[in-house]
């Protein structure tokens, strides 16, 4: 049941204890083809570090059903669950089915539909969602309520003693169901520390599963969420979850630096999609960690499958995949500069930290523009299969730069002005 | 000249020297209504950050240039210029002068036009592009050369003493000019610490303005940021510049990292434009440092027109502002799950971060899914000016949800419900 952590749970366990040293692939270690897997900047004695051994929890079907555009029917739904289980997530959780009729249907649907992935439900820290949530027949059930001093005053009005009792009540509850169990609380990073210490302390010695870590508004830097995970990996012993909203930009890194302090678990959705501009998106994920883990992650997770994916849930909501998103935007393997293509054109490594092949994807070259270099053109000359010399690449390559200086030139314009001075060439 | 340092140059001088230590906002504050300005993840002893003192460097006409869709002729040129002035960022970087007859045409262009802002323009480090450089008017000169085994081999095939020798003597050039100079490795992170360590060294000595740290294929993590800056401050006594290219999605917290670990320029382009999936993007910044640093980063920067200017760049480029971007995509501040909902009406800063109105922009509560709450169509049905009993807005609730489990729902649909029930009730 319990993932990552098999060590007691009386909340002492220190965090080195339970979660295995990093292995060769470390974080910080910067691999590349060719390159050594060491670097400068690795610490050497990361025996917290899970980056070469963590899990995801994928919420596209809860996290994502609260993006602005987000309404899944039942169909769209359970073909998002199986897309998920294909690419290898380890959870799928899903909307509370307190939420509505429909949603306590598709959550039973999904939990039969035989997943390899475990289905897990988040629903509210009280009696009656937890009894809805078992009687859906989940693998788990993820507790959540705010400790926050503003959700504590303006959402649900309770103090921290009315917290860990109803907490404590319904751990045991869903626990005597035989299903995994998650405490979380709810904007982490603006709790009183010793407040949530104190909870987590407490839930983990009621033998919860995992605890969770929340940036609910998006604040968190990299700094801080090591900082306190790396406080809490010495108060509990059980796994640690973390949940981090992109609103100031930092979801993934907050992520790899939450994994570094020793989080056994990342919430991610496909595209990043949730409330406000959303979470730590899956692929932008897979980015990261494929270079700081490429062993663990190349094994685990079907990276080929991640386009499809995206596009599934990006049709399902309406919305453009980024033009800058990591590994599938439209230009993310895409070359322009003439110093860089002509480096490229040696040996990707130069200018690619990710292969795009491990995605099933290709590189592209651009040669249509006034910074173009000669030796992308020479390149472009020979996939034509047309003869010339270095000086005459150069001079055809002044022409095109000279032509996009004036105009934008497509790639068939580009080739024209090549053909067209090949024939010049040819008939001197 | 030299922005954040006015130390001496003899390469020696200690980063606590040249950067005054933090102020009340350092960096790692939450900064929220009614929060204390301090939290427990925060250092007391950030001597070194320059989170609340640092500078952009805009490169929307450099590195966007390189970005596949860009192609800007003179005209969007100057305006984009000019809108990045009004925005109030420190230097603007246009492309080579040497790329082609009319980048050097428009760089002189740029350089007439009397902005506030500094006009830098990114060049190879050789005597001829120095010289073509200076020609222009520039107020500043970026030199560039790749450091790494993997460019010295693919690329330019210079060893790394005849590196620093070419160095030097462009430098001096350039500094007889009476033209600032920055001296930056491309590929910094895999290159040799000690090689570069050296360069910077002697490039401080010979008396550069800034030294720049490029991470030119997105694989840094903040941590390995943290720990070359940390160690190049010090080293070298000048301004330390950083590039971050966004390939695995920390460009924005590499940014804060590089920061807080002494660094003082930050290269930004807007919507992050650039090589394959761009770099830091000037938003996403703003959006990370308002939260760390809001009294510098209000006070500064004209942060109202941000949307224009990352329409004004879409537009030129012909892309969509990420759906997912922050601050400016369209779900920024929508808040659609019905526990959120209900704390954001009683106070935005529970599940808000950033105030819209910083930024120009407001919220938006959504009340037209299966995960309402009542709390919002309460609000609405008071927006509506109809009067209901929470016993009744809890019932209406119950209908919107059942026929938000059928269809999507615009807000009309909604508001139609909402009115009917009333008509209902009203004719009772």
Excluded at 101 to 109: I, L, V
Excluded at 124 to 129: G, L, Y
Excluded at 231 to 244: A, K, P, Q, S, Y
Excluded at 370 to 385: D, Y
Aim: hydrophobic share 35%; proline share 4%; glycine share 8%.
């Amino acid at each position: 049941m319990c993932g990552t952590c098999d060590g007691d749970k009386n909340g002492a366990a220190p965090a080195a204890a339970t979660n295995p040293p990093s292995q060769s692939t470390a974080n910080g270690v910067y691999p590349a083809q060719g390159q050594p897997k060491t670097s400068p900047y690795q610490s050497v004695q990361d025996y917290l570090s899970n980056v070469n051994n963590f899990k995801i929890i994928e919420s596209t079907l809860r996290e994502g059903e609260q993006f602005a555009n987000a309404f899944f029917d039942t169909e769209t739904k359970l073909k998002i669950a199986k897309a998920l289980d294909n690419f290898g997530v380890d959870y799928i959780e899903v909307t509370s089915p307190v939420s509505s009729p429909q949603s306590f249907e598709d959550c039973k649907r999904i939990c039969q539909l035989g997943l390899k992935a475990k289905v897990l439900t988040h629903v509210r820290c009280n009696m009656d969602d937890a009894r809805k949530a078992v009687e859906c027949g989940v693998d788990g059930v993820d507790l959540v309520i705010g400790t926050s001093s503003f959700l504590r005053e303006y959402s649900h009005g309770k103090s921290m003693e009315m917290i860990q009792k109803i907490a404590l009540e319904v751990i045991e509850y869903v626990k005597s169901q035989g299903v995994e169990v998650r405490f979380s609380s709810e904007d982490s990073f603006r709790s009183d520390l010793v407040d949530i210490l104190t909870l987590y302390k407490a839930v983990d010695r009621a033998g919860v599963n995992r605890v969770g870590v929340a940036d609910t508004v998006g604040g968190a830097s990299p700094r801080m969420t090591y900082d306190l995970v790396r406080t809490l990996r010495g108060v509990v012993g059980c796994d640690i979850e973390c949940h981090f909203h992109d609103d100031t930009g930092c979801s993934v890194a907050n992520a790899l630096s939450a994994l570094e302090a020793g989080a056994t678990h990342i919430d991610t959705s496909v595209l990043g999609i949730g409330e406000r501009n959303g979470i730590t998106p899956l692929g932008a994920l897979m980015a990261r960690m494929v270079v700081t883990a490429p062993e663990y992650v190349t094994s685990k997770y079907n990276l080929k499958a991640l386009k499809s994916l995206e596009e599934l849930v990006a049709d399902s909501v309406q919305i453009n995949i980024p033009f800058n998103n990591p590994i599938t935007g439209f230009c993310a393997f895409t070359h322009k500069a003439g110093i860089h293509a002509k480096a490229i054109l040696a040996n990707p490594s130069t200018y690619e930290i990710i292969d795009p092949s491990l995605f099933g994807l290709t590189r592209y070259v651009s040669i249509n523009s006034r910074i173009t270099g000669w030796n992308a053109v020479k390149s472009r000359v020979e996939q034509l299969g047309l003869k010339m010399t270095d000086e005459q690449v150069k001079e055809v390559t002044a022409k095109i730069k000279q032509m996009a200086d004036i105009r934008p030139l497509a790639i068939d314009d580009t080739d024209s002005i090549i053909r067209s001075y090949h024939l010049d060439v040819v008939q001197q």
